[in-house]
C-alpha cells in the first residue's frame, strides 16, 4: 500500500512534465520559421508600398490628400501671403497644383525601388522590423531607398515641373515677389524642394500603411502575412 501511494505523485509529476513538454513542443512548432517569416514580411511591404505609390500617383493623389499636399515652402510663405495680398491668388494656386501634379507624375516610379529593397533585405532586417517598433518598415526605407529616390525622383519631378508649369509659375511668383521693395528675395528654383516633399509624402503614406498591417488584422491578406504578424503580436504581448 505504501508503495502504491508513494508512485501516485511520480505518476502525476511524471504525467505533468509530459504535457509542459507537449505544449511546449506544440508552442514551438506553431512558430513560424524564417523562411515564413520573410515570406509574410515581404508579402506585407509589398502591399505597403504599392497601395502607397499607386494612391500617391493617381490625380490628386497629392493635391487631394491633406496629410502630403505640397504647399509653398516655408520660406516662401510669406511671399506667398503678399502675392495673394496684391491680387495674385491664380498665380499662387497654379503653383501649388502643378507641384502636387508634378509629385504624382513622379511617384510612378517609386514603387520598383522599394521592390528592390525588400529582395535585399537580411534576415536580422526582417526581425528587427517584424519586432520592432510601429514604424520600423518605415524606417528601413528611408535608410535603404532615399538616397535613389532622391537620384530617380529629381530629374522626372524637373522635367515634370517643366511640363504641367511649375518652374514657370513659381519662377514668375518668385519673380513678382523679388520686384517688391523691402523684402528678402527667395530662390526661384522650386526642383530641390519638390523633390523632398514628394519623397516625404510617400513615406508618411508607407507609415500609414505600415501601422494599419500592424494593427488591423483583417488587411493582412495573405497566409504567410498573417502567420509572421500573428507570430510579432504574441512575442510582443510576451506570449
Same mark, same amino acid.
Given at each position: 500500500?505504501?508503495?502504491?501511494?508513494?508512485?501516485?505523485?511520480?505518476?502525476?509529476?511524471?504525467?505533468?512534465?509530459?504535457?509542459?513538454?507537449?505544449?511546449?513542443?506544440?508552442?514551438?512548432?506553431?512558430?513560424?520559421?524564417?523562411?515564413?517569416?520573410?515570406?509574410?514580411?515581404?508579402?506585407?511591404?509589398?502591399?505597403?508600398?504599392? /497601395?502607397?505609390?499607386?494612391?500617391?500617383?493617381?490625380?490628386?493623389?497629392?493635391?487631394?490628400?491633406?496629410?502630403?499636399?505640397?504647399?509653398?515652402?516655408?520660406?516662401?510663405?510669406?511671399?506667398?501671403?503678399?502675392?495673394?495680398?496684391?491680387?495674385?491668388?491664380?498665380?499662387?494656386?497654379?503653383?501649388?497644383?502643378?507641384?502636387?501634379?508634378?509629385?504624382?507624375?513622379?511617384?510612378?516610379?517609386?514603387?520598383?525601388?522599394?521592390?528592390?529593397?525588400? /529582395?535585399?533585405?537580411?534576415?536580422?532586417?526582417?526581425?528587427?522590423?517584424?519586432?520592432?517598433?510601429?514604424?520600423?518598415?518605415?524606417?528601413?526605407?528611408?535608410?535603404?531607398?532615399?538616397?535613389?529616390?532622391?537620384?530617380?525622383?529629381?530629374?522626372?519631378?524637373?522635367?515634370?515641373?517643366?511640363?504641367?508649369?511649375?518652374? /514657370?509659375?513659381?519662377?514668375?511668383?518668385?519673380?513678382?515677389?523679388?520686384?517688391?521693395?523691402?523684402?528678402?528675395?527667395?530662390?526661384?528654383?522650386?526642383?530641390?524642394?519638390?523633390?523632398?516633399?514628394?519623397?516625404?509624402?510617400?513615406?508618411?503614406?508607407?507609415?500609414?500603411?505600415?501601422?494599419?498591417?500592424?494593427?488591423?488584422?483583417?488587411?493582412?491578406?495573405?497566409?504567410?502575412?498573417?502567420?509572421?504578424?500573428?507570430?510579432?503580436?504574441?512575442?510582443?504581448?510576451?506570449?
Amino acid at each position: 500500500m505504501k508503495k502504491i501511494l508513494i508512485l501516485i505523485p511520480l505518476v502525476f509529476i511524471a504525467v505533468t512534465g509530459i504535457q509542459t513538454i507537449t505544449r511546449s513542443a506544440q508552442a514551438y512548432a506553431q512558430d513560424p520559421s524564417a523562411l515564413q517569416m520573410a515570406g509574410g514580411l515581404k508579402d506585407a511591404l509589398l502591399q505597403g508600398t504599392g /497601395k502607397s505609390t499607386n494612391q500617391l500617383s493617381a490625380v490628386n493623389g497629392f493635391f487631394g490628400n491633406a496629410a502630403v499636399k505640397i504647399l509653398f515652402p516655408p520660406e516662401a510663405q510669406k511671399a506667398e501671403k503678399t502675392l495673394r495680398r496684391i491680387g495674385l491668388n491664380s498665380l499662387c494656386d497654379k503653383v501649388i497644383l502643378s507641384m502636387n501634379r508634378a509629385a504624382e507624375d513622379a511617384a510612378k516610379q517609386a514603387e520598383p525601388i522599394f521592390v528592390d529593397a525588400i /529582395k535585399h533585405m537580411s534576415f536580422t532586417d526582417v526581425t528587427n522590423i517584424l519586432l520592432g517598433k510601429q514604424d520600423a518598415a518605415t524606417q528601413y526605407f528611408k535608410r535603404a531607398t532615399t538616397a535613389q529616390l532622391i537620384a530617380k525622383f529629381k530629374p522626372i519631378i524637373k522635367v515634370s515641373l517643366d511640363k504641367v508649369g511649375a518652374t /514657370k509659375y513659381y519662377g514668375t511668383a518668385a519673380g513678382e515677389y523679388n520686384k517688391l521693395p523691402f523684402v528678402s528675395h527667395i530662390n526661384p528654383d522650386i526642383s530641390d524642394y519638390a523633390t523632398q516633399k514628394a519623397i516625404d509624402g510617400i513615406f508618411v503614406e508607407i507609415a500609414l500603411e505600415e501601422l494599419n498591417i500592424r494593427k488591423n488584422i483583417g488587411v493582412r491578406s495573405t497566409p504567410l502575412m498573417k502567420t509572421a504578424f500573428s507570430f510579432a503580436d504574441k512575442v510582443k504581448k510576451g506570449l
